[in-house]
């Protein structure tokens, strides 16, 4: 899979893990989906950097994702 795809999708689903984490802890549960959510995108965040030939610079980030997206999208 393309690198950039999975530093997209690895942002998303890390992202998405806040909301489950705040959840768990307002109902005081363990936040088993939100902990999963985080390995899962840090993960996948991770294997971008690792599989990308030059790496990710802070600056490229929304080219990247604007360019993911829209390439999806077309």
Do not use: C, K, N, Q
Request: no cysteine.
């Amino acid at each position: 899979m393309d690198p950039d795809r999975l530093l997209v999708f690895g942002a998303v689903i890390f992202v998405m893990g806040i909301p489950a984490l705040v959840s768990a802890w307002t109902d005081e549960r363990h936040p088993w989906v939100a902990g999963l959510a985080f390995l899962t995108g840090a993960g996948l965040i991770g294997l971008a950097w690792y599989t990308s030939p030059d790496g990710y610079r802070l600056s490229e980030l929304p080219h990247v994702f604007y360019g993911t997206i829209g390439g999806m999208l077309h």
